[in-house]
């Protein structure tokens, strides 16, 4: 599986309103800090201690997005 890797504070950037509200992720455990993996599909993966969890995810034009914020590609 392909993701592309950033942290909370990027991914709070890069939602837009029709996705999840920054303050269901912070509910969620995000945090500026957090680990966060995004596949192609657009599902968001937040890095527990032990495990990675589905969170929720993304629409639309998404990967346009995350490169142009991140400056990767998937891997």
Do not use: Y
């Not at 909370?8 to 303050?23: A, M, Q, S, V």
């Amino acid at each position: 599986m392909q993701f592309i890797q950033m942290s909370g504070k990027t991914l709070f950037r890069i939602i837009e309103d029709d996705e999840l509200h920054p303050h269901e992720l912070s509910n969620l455990g995000v945090n500026d800090e957090s680990v966060i993996r995004i596949n192609p599909q657009g599902d968001i993966e937040l890095r527990r201690t032990d495990r990675w969890d589905v969170i929720g995810g993304l629409l639309g034009e998404f990967e346009s997005r995350i490169k142009r914020e991140t400056g990767l590609e998937w891997v």
